[in-house]
């Protein structure tokens, strides 16, 4: 017994907490074979067997009786057999068995079962009793370590899903499901369509696609197409010959050349023009194209990734995107959240920036304040991330204290309500109360701002802010000219 408490203690792995359990009973009990068969989650099949042969050592069972354990399985009962001419099972004759049901929690979870073909051999009910004892503590622990097994392996399965290379900052349900998308798809060279209003890391993910593919030591290139002319953006993509046009005094490489065998972002998708469009589903038809003012075509090997914040099927119904190329783009599709349906990675999000800028800025900031963050909590953020950094690179650079502080942010987030109160009557309220807070300090410090800000909590700057905001200064003049008589 202690031996074997010793073996169900010091082993986490269940073929060799298997095979110490059946070396040690068998051999207690002098059996010639043991086995401890498992059923699997359906309870029908064994999902694992073990056996100890005293002439092979462990091994695959093959000889046991299958009509003993049937009969434990059924019964889930105890079974002691002693029998003289008894079948044949495997090419040996058994004259002796013993089996016994592993169970956890009122289910059968599987037996442990030892048989001898010595012809003197004889089980009795003692060693039976000793023998279900022991499958009473190894039951436990064998699931136990069973669980764990999967767990582990489940757990690695999972974290190879989503242990994914990427630049995204956060850690809520939404950047995990990114994750899983990008896992994915990465791997493959199908196209991929990212939705998702303007700020909320369309490019970030395209290139975290790239970068888990097979095409991450080839090149990235990204081309906004909102942000060039058509007639330019058409040279960009493909190129053009010497002298196809007025200013072209050489030859040059499009972006669809150089991106050949890696990865070509078209970032605002939905802004090329027809002319532009039909030849895109061109190269994505045929893989290949030609330069402007060229005549020989060009192959290349892509991987198409784009990207829009338009509706791409109310822009088919007004004719200004073609309905074939949305269909060779919409084979995987992707929909980036905007950050006030992900207010939980704000925190994240914002620390990262301050850091960010500060290291930049060369200026030695802490982080962000409680209040300030809870200014940053509540806001919408129209602009989604992209506004968001913008705040905080602001907050930074004029920031005057080694923390953010609501006075830093601009003034679209700190004069925003708390979300949920839509009481024009509270908001009205809230605005009387701050103005008569404000004259009320300016006139206990006889008009001296500093010392009116230091009186109610604030940084002299949001002070100024607010008589700007709740148009405060008339009101104000008059205190500092009765203060003066």
Known sequence: MLEISAAIHSTRDLETLEKHLLEIVSKTLYADRGAILLLGESGE??????????????????????????????DKAPVLVNRDSAAMQGGDRITAALCVPLVVFQQIRGVLYLDSTHPQARFESEQLEWLSAIGGIAALVLEDVRRIEWLEGENSRLRAEIAVAHEMVGAGPAIREMEKFISRVAPTDSTVLIRGESGTGKELVARAIHRNSPRCDRAFVAINCAAITDTLLESELFGHEKGAFTGAVGQQKGKLEVADGGTLFLDEVG???????????????????????????????????????????????????????????????????????????????????????????????????????????????????????????????????????????PEEVVETEPAG????????????????????????????????ARLLGIHPNYLHRLIRNLNLKAALS???????R
């Open 421 to 452: 109160v839509a009481d024009t009557h509270y908001h009205e309220t809230v605005k009387e109360s701050k103005k008569d807070l404000i004259l009320k300090a300016v006139q206990q410090t006889a008009g001296n701002y500093t010392e009116a």
């Open 271 to 409: 802004e090329l023009a027809l002319s532009l469009q039909a030849k895109l589903l061109r190269v994505l038809q045929e893989r290949e194209f030609e330069r402007v003012g060229g005549t020989r075509p060009i192959r290349v090997d892509i991987r198409l990734v784009a990207a829009t914040n338009r509706d791409l099927k109310t822009a088919i119904q007004t004719g200004a995107f073609r309905q074939d190329l949305y269909y060779r783009l919409n084979v995987v599709t992707l929909t980036t959240p905007p950050l006030r349906q992900r207010r939980e990675d704000i925190p994240l999000l914002a620390s990262h920036f301050t850091r960010m800028h500060a290291r930049q800025s060369r200026r030695p900031v802490r982080g962000v304040s409680q209040d300030a963050l809870a200014h940053l909590m509540q806001y919408d953020w129209p602009g989604n991330i992209r506004e968001l950094e913008n705040a905080l690179e602001r907050a930074v650079v004029l920031g005057s204290t080694e923390w953010i502080l609501p006075e830093d942010l």
């Open 45 to 74: 099949q064994f999902a694992s067997v073990c056996g100890w042969d005293s002439r092979e050592g462990v091994n695959r069972p093959a000889g046991y009786s299958r009509a003993i354990i049937d009969q434990v399985l059924r």
């Open 478 to 484: 008059k205190v500092s000219v009765t203060s003066a």
